[in-house]
């Protein structure tokens, strides 16, 4: 039983932008990294891994593109790629 006098924590919404530097700073990149057009192998796993976890979010194909400045197809094969 919550005693009456409890107040739950006021629940804060991440945006998807807030997400990818999460990531980003995780991985010890910037999220203009992530966004960016870079093609290195590191760079991109963890824009999948990024992708993937907004798609987990429930975000859509569409929505996730246009965050990375990508093509829906893109996106469709990061997932892929990320697992």
Known sequence: MIPTWYTPPPYIAITDRELVAH??????MTAADL?????????CIVRWRAM????????????????????????????????
């Open 35 to 43: 966004i960016g057009p870079a093609k290195h192998r590191a760079v």
């Open 52 to 83: 993937k976890a907004l798609r987990d979010k429930g975000r859509s194909l569409s929505s996730i593109a246009r965050t990375f400045n990508r093509d829906h197809s893109s996106v469709s094969y990061a997932l892929r790629r990320a697992g």
């Open 23 to 28: 990531i980003a700073r995780v991985h010890s």
